[in-house]
Protein backbone atom coordinates (compact mmCIF):
# COMPACT_ATOMS: atom_id res chain seq x y z
CA UNK A 1 0.00 0.00 0.00
CA UNK A 2 1.77 2.99 -0.88
CA UNK A 3 2.33 5.69 1.81
CA UNK A 4 -0.28 8.73 1.73
CA UNK A 5 2.38 11.43 2.41
CA UNK A 6 3.88 9.88 -1.20
CA UNK A 7 0.36 10.38 -2.86
CA UNK A 8 -0.21 13.95 -1.50
CA UNK A 9 2.94 14.69 -2.78
CA UNK A 10 2.42 13.86 -6.51
CA UNK A 11 -0.50 14.71 -6.40
CA UNK A 12 0.50 18.14 -5.52
CA UNK A 13 3.51 18.18 -7.67
CA UNK A 14 0.47 17.39 -10.71
CA UNK A 15 -1.61 20.36 -9.72
CA UNK A 16 1.57 22.50 -9.78
CA UNK A 17 2.58 21.33 -13.31
CA UNK A 18 -0.86 21.66 -14.70
CA UNK A 19 -1.22 25.48 -13.53
CA UNK A 20 2.37 26.21 -14.90
CA UNK A 21 1.32 24.43 -18.22
CA UNK A 22 -1.64 26.66 -18.40
CA UNK A 23 0.50 29.75 -17.47
CA UNK A 24 3.04 28.91 -20.81
CA UNK A 25 0.00 28.90 -23.11
CA UNK A 26 -1.48 32.05 -21.74
CA UNK A 27 2.00 33.63 -22.56
CA UNK A 28 2.27 31.64 -25.82
CA UNK A 29 -1.75 32.47 -27.16
CA UNK A 30 -2.45 35.93 -25.19
CA UNK A 31 1.78 37.38 -25.49
CA UNK A 32 3.65 35.96 -27.94
CA UNK A 33 0.88 35.34 -30.34
CA UNK A 34 -0.51 38.60 -30.28
CA UNK A 35 3.00 40.66 -30.50
CA UNK A 36 4.28 38.44 -33.36
CA UNK A 37 0.88 39.28 -35.52
CA UNK A 38 1.89 42.79 -34.80
CA UNK A 39 4.95 42.17 -35.86
CA UNK A 40 4.19 40.29 -39.09
CA UNK A 41 0.46 41.50 -40.29
CA UNK A 42 -0.50 44.73 -41.61
CA UNK A 43 0.23 47.76 -40.11
CA UNK A 44 -2.56 49.17 -38.17
CA UNK A 45 -5.17 47.02 -38.33
CA UNK A 46 -5.08 46.68 -34.31
CA UNK A 47 -5.39 49.78 -32.34
CA UNK A 48 -1.94 49.49 -30.64
CA UNK A 49 -4.11 49.91 -26.99
CA UNK A 50 -5.82 46.46 -28.17
CA UNK A 51 -2.83 45.05 -28.40
CA UNK A 52 -1.07 46.59 -25.22
CA UNK A 53 -4.43 45.59 -22.86
CA UNK A 54 -4.67 42.32 -24.56
CA UNK A 55 -0.74 41.36 -23.87
CA UNK A 56 -1.17 43.22 -20.16
CA UNK A 57 -3.96 41.08 -19.44
CA UNK A 58 -2.58 37.81 -20.29
CA UNK A 59 0.59 37.87 -18.74
CA UNK A 60 -1.00 38.76 -15.34
CA UNK A 61 -2.48 35.39 -15.93
CA UNK A 62 0.21 33.31 -16.75
CA UNK A 63 2.19 35.30 -13.48
CA UNK A 64 -1.11 34.42 -11.27
CA UNK A 65 -1.44 30.70 -12.77
CA UNK A 66 2.43 30.39 -12.21
CA UNK A 67 2.30 31.98 -8.52
CA UNK A 68 -0.48 29.29 -7.78
CA UNK A 69 1.65 26.47 -9.41
CA UNK A 70 4.65 27.36 -7.09
CA UNK A 71 2.14 28.02 -4.05
CA UNK A 72 0.79 24.13 -4.47
CA UNK A 73 4.43 23.41 -4.09
CA UNK A 74 4.43 24.85 -0.47
CA UNK A 75 1.98 21.79 0.63
CA UNK A 76 4.71 18.92 -0.18
CA UNK A 77 4.86 17.09 3.05
CA UNK A 78 8.45 15.41 4.50
Not at 23 to 43: D, E, K, M, W
Amino acid sequence: MPDQTVIHNERSKLLANALDRASTACLAVGVFGPIAAAYYGPLGSTPVWVVMVGVASWGSAALFLHVEGRGALRSLER
